[in-house]
């Protein structure tokens, strides 16, 4: 069956190649979502965010698509680079202010 | 522009003490934000505070507490440490509404 929307804690992907990170959120009511870069012995760092009304947005190699249905969010990293190696954790709110972060995922760049 | 400022960088406190952590937030930013982490439960949320004002909690016990000054500087307090308060305590600044918060780079609290 598919995998689509599977949580993996990590991956390993080749210098080169595009990364996608997956991540299931929990909250129907939440309507704004981040992805967050944690590299060690740092604090998480902003790579890109997306409202519940769009469900695609890009940035500069990164694109972030929402599917609201199946309250899934994705990350897509083209051409990974070893400094792209680092933790990734998705972060979801809604009208508590509230960011709700899920478990993360190492990302591991082989060279 | 600087960014989220948080002191200190590390600390080690003995169990029953208390501790005061300190987060400047990038300038102009109203909302600041703390969160815990730790490896077993991850990034958990602490509290919010706007304009000097609690907006929301996290479930914590209440020897957790805070508070944000004019200038939109906050502050977190941990009383009667414990060693499970072992943890990365970050703060995020945003302006305040649904917009891009930013972390400062923590401050590792060990209690032994």
């Known amino acids: 069956g598919e995998n689509v929307g599977l949580h993996l804690p990590t991956l390993s992907v080749q210098e080169g190649d595009n990364s996608i990170i997956n991540c299931a959120y929990s909250n129907s009511a939440s309507d704004y979502f981040i992805w967050y870069k944690q590299e060690s012995g740092k604090g998480p760092q902003f790579i890109i965010d997306i409202r519940s009304n769009m469900d695609k947005r890009q940035g500069q190699r990164v694109t972030v698509l929402l599917n609201k249905t199946v309250k899934h969010l994705s990350l897509q990293i083209a051409a990974t680079q070893p400094g792209d190696s680092a933790v990734y954790f998705c972060a979801e709110m809604g009208n508590d202010y509230k960011l709700s972060f899920g478990a993360g995922t190492t990302v591991t760049v082989r060279a | ?112």
Not at chain 2, 10 to 16: A, D, P, S, V, W
Not at chain 2, 29 to 52: D, I
Not at chain 2, 103 to 108: E, H, I, K, N, P
Request: with cysteine; net charge positive; aromatic share 12%.
């Open chain 2, 1 to 112: 522009k600087a960014g989220v400022t948080q002191t200190p960088r590390y600390l080690i406190k003995t169990r029953g003490q208390q501790v005061t952590l300190s987060c400047s937030p990038i300038s102009g930013h109203r909302s600041v934000s703390w969160y815990q982490q730790t490896p077993g439960q991850g990034l958990q949320f602490l509290f919010e505070y706007f304009s000097e004002t609690q907006r929301n909690k996290g479930n914590f016990p209440g020897r957790f507490s805070g508070r944000q000054f004019s200038n939109s500087r906050s502050e977190m307090n941990v009383s009667t440490l414990e060693l499970g308060d072992s943890a990365l305590y970050l703060c995020a600044s945003s302006l305040g509404g649904k917009g891009e918060a930013f972390f400062g780079q923590g401050t590792r609290l060990t209690v032994v």
